[in-house]
């Protein structure tokens, strides 16, 4: 089983650098004044982990909503 996990991160490395390889051409991004270039997939890793952030913080802010508004006082 062992070989079979080191096998699907060997895959997914391999699709990962072939994205990172097929996608470099610059993109622009600006807000306001600012403005950055670089490579569309820096873009996409970094909204990707921009996600995974704003969605966690989501999740917990809601449950603690809903804890706070099931409590007993």
């Not at 990707?48 to 449950?63: D, I, K, N, P, Q």
């Amino acid at each position: 089983m062992r070989y079979v996990y080191m096998a699907l991160i060997a895959i997914l490395a391999a699709i990962i650098i072939l994205f990172k390889v097929q996608n470099l051409e610059s993109v622009t991004v600006s807000l306001f004044s600012a403005s950055v270039t670089l490579p569309v997939s820096v873009l996409v890793l970094l909204i990707y982990v921009l996600g995974m952030l704003t969605g966690g913080f989501l999740l917990a802010m809601l449950r603690s909503w809903v804890h706070g508004a099931t409590r007993r006082s």
